[in-house]
């Protein structure tokens, strides 16, 4: 897999789990924001309209009057968002409710025959702060703000259920605007961050490929890359170690041409003690190719002469020769050719190749 995928494929799944984290995150502080908010202009309507409501509470203890009645009659009808309203007394009985039948009801009688969604009247009194608790699978808010008179003390409980709907859709419209946002902001990072990746690393490394594709045996050379980070390091270590080959290569060809040297001059030796004198001899490598031989070689143009260039394809007696003595290690192969006009004897023997060199030495004598 490419660079550039393996890139795309990690930004997109560490986009994704970002987003999906931050999702939750913004969900749920959207959640408290709105539902906050929901019951803070509930609590506020309330304490909006305590002081009368404790006044009148104070003055009759068990029964509301006219004004209380449409005191919460107006509370219920001018917010949609209001359910259900329940006005009770300080020991929790009923002291206003929307159906007649259940005024001056206690709290464990209403309980018992209709029922609270929740118990937050209790923690209401209890605690003397209001409570706000979900019910109807999260639908909407069962809450209880307490009037408290003169030292703190709780002359009734307003119990309103709160429809969440309204926040439910600003916490809907939030997270798609959370969302859309989270896109966008993944393409512009991605897109700058693609930018550097291709600039700075893709076309480097392609260019430093090229290079490198560029390099032959014929030309180990790479030009050292200008540039002062890790691909620049790595453009270097390669420009180096190319050197370090030739400099070896180097080395072997020079070992080699030694070597050669030495050889001719031993085969020189060899030769000038046992090929008879007026003999043509001459000794070659696995290849065919010529190493040494004790006469003159004329073909201009050619650094190292083949077997085939000296002897054409008349004279096909020699070739047939070096070719069964290839094949016959060890044994002395003979033969009749003409060369230069004169009747030859040949005689080819390939030598073991004990040392890792295959060699064949040939000799021509003048048939007397």
């Not at 809450?143 to 009734?156: E, F, H, Q, S, T």
């Not at 709160?162 to 809907?172: F, T």
């Not at 070689?297 to 000296?310: E, S, Y």
Request: with cysteine; charged share 25%; glycine share 6%.
């Amino acid at each position: 897999m490419k660079l550039t995928s393996k890139w795309l494929l990690w930004f997109v799944l560490v986009a994704v789990y970002a987003s999906v984290i931050g999702g939750l995150f913004y969900y749920n502080l959207f959640k408290f924001v709105f539902d906050k908010k929901l019951q803070n202009e509930m609590v506020e309507m309330v304490r909006y309209r305590a002081p009368a409501l404790v006044q009148m509470l104070s003055a009759r203890p068990k029964e509301a009057t006219f004004r209380e009645a449409e005191m919460m009659k107006g509370l219920a009808r001018n917010d949609d968002r209001i359910k259900s309203l329940i006005y009770l007394n300080y020991d929790a009985s009923i002291r206003w409710h929307e159906n007649t039948k259940f005024l001056g009801m206690s709290y464990s009688d209403y309980n018992t025959s209709v029922g609270f969604e929740t118990n937050a009247v209790v923690q209401a009194i209890r605690d003397r702060l209001p409570r706000a608790l979900l019910a109807g699978k999260g639908d909407y808010y069962d809450m209880a703000i307490p009037l408290l008179a003169k030292d703190n003390v709780v002359a009734g409980v307003v119990n309103v259920t709160v429809s969440r709907e309204n926040a439910k859709k600003l916490i809907g419209a939030s997270m798609v605007r959370y969302t859309v946002g989270a896109f966008i902001m993944m393409l512009l990072i991605g897109f700058v961050l693609y930018l550097f990746l291709l600039l700075k690393i893709i076309r480097p490394l392609g260019t430093l490929k090229d290079n490198v594709d560029a390099v032959s045996m014929n030309n180990l050379v790479l030009e050292p890359s200008q540039r002062r980070d890790e691909i620049g390091d790595l453009g270097r270590s390669i420009s180096v170690m190319l050197d370090k080959i030739r400099a070896e290569i180097k080395g072997l060809e020079d070992g080699e041409i030694m070597s050669l040297e030495k050889e001719q001059r031993w085969w020189k030796t060899i030769l000038a003690v046992t090929v008879p004198k007026g003999s043509r001899a001459m000794v070659v490598d696995e290849n065919n190719n010529i190493l040494y031989s004790n006469f003159e070689l004329n073909i201009p143009g050619k650094q190292r002469v083949h077997l085939l260039d000296l002897f054409d394809s008349r004279q096909q007696e020699i070739i047939q020769v070096v070719g069964e003595a290839m094949e016959n290690p060890t044994k002395v192969l003979r033969g009749s050719v003409v060369n230069k006009d004169v009747q030859c004897v040949v005689k080819a023997v390939q030598l073991p190749d004990d040392a890792g060199k295959n060699r064949i030495v040939i000799v021509l004598e003048p048939e007397k």
